[in-house]
């Protein structure tokens, strides 16, 4: 039982290219969440599915894309990466309540 | 002026101290409040949860809440250098809004054996 796991755990991309990650849980949870987390920020949420197909955004949508093909993944691209979009990105799964949130190891990204 | 404001340490203490980790924040709304701690290169896992004011303790840690002052807290007891981690604090106005989280900063904190 792994839990929330993130693919790849670090890249670097260089301004202009694009790349997915990828989030994949196996607790059966509805919702998953796209958060970055930057020095000083905290966690910012970018995009959320409450279920399969579905996909919502969250406060710092701008540049990002998601699909939700499958309950169990949740993908975020980057069509065009910039050099602000260097962060710690997390995914998460949970029911939906605020008291059950599990979050992934995280995706160390750097955008040159 | 940020919603929630947490004090981004780096915080030093002794093993088997006493830890007050603190938070303030500006939105009345907020009726939840999450203690969230995150391990180097770790995701987030919860620790505490409460609603509305008051105090609620599990083992070592006690969360407070003073919804008067819009001011929260994170004690910790007999630290342990395991305790040594990143506390996030995060808030909603709802239970059923995972979305409508607002995360802290976060405070380092280390525990020196």
């Known amino acids: 039982n792994a839990g929330v796991t993130q693919t790849p755990k670090f890249r670097v991309l260089k301004t202009g290219q694009s790349m997915t990650l990828l989030c994949a849980q196996d607790?059966?949870?509805?919702?998953m969440y796209w958060y970055r987390q930057d020095p000083g920020m905290g966690l910012r949420l970018i995009h959320y599915s409450v279920g399969e197909g579905t996909t919502a955004k969250g406060e710092v949508p701008d540049g990002y894309n998601v699909s939700r093909l499958k309950k169990q993944n949740f993908l975020l691209g980057l069509e065009s990466a910039a050099p602000s979009q260097t962060s710690v990105y997390f995914c998460a799964a949970g029911t939906g309540d605020t008291d059950t949130q599990y979050f992934g190891p995280g995706t160390r990204l750097t955008v040159l | 002026q940020k919603e929630v404001e947490q004090d981004p340490g780096p915080l030093s203490v002794p093993e088997g101290a006493i830890v007050s980790l603190n938070c303030t924040y500006s939105?009345?709304?907020?009726?939840?409040f999450m203690w969230y701690r995150q391990y180097s290169r770790k995701g987030p896992e919860l620790l505490m949860y409460t609603y509305s004011s008051g105090n609620k303790e599990d083992g070592r840690f006690t969360a407070q809440v003073d919804k008067s002052s819009k001011y929260i807290s994170l004690f910790i007891r007999d630290s342990q250098p395991s305790d040594s981690a990143t506390y996030l604090c995060?808030?909603?106005?709802?239970?059923?809004?995972?979305?409508?989280?607002?995360f802290g900063s976060g405070t380092r904190l280390s525990i020196r054996p």
């Open positions: 939105n009345s709304a907020f009726q939840y």
């Open positions: 607790m059966n949870h509805e919702y």
């Open positions: 995060a808030m909603s106005p709802f239970s059923s809004s995972a979305s409508k989280i607002i």
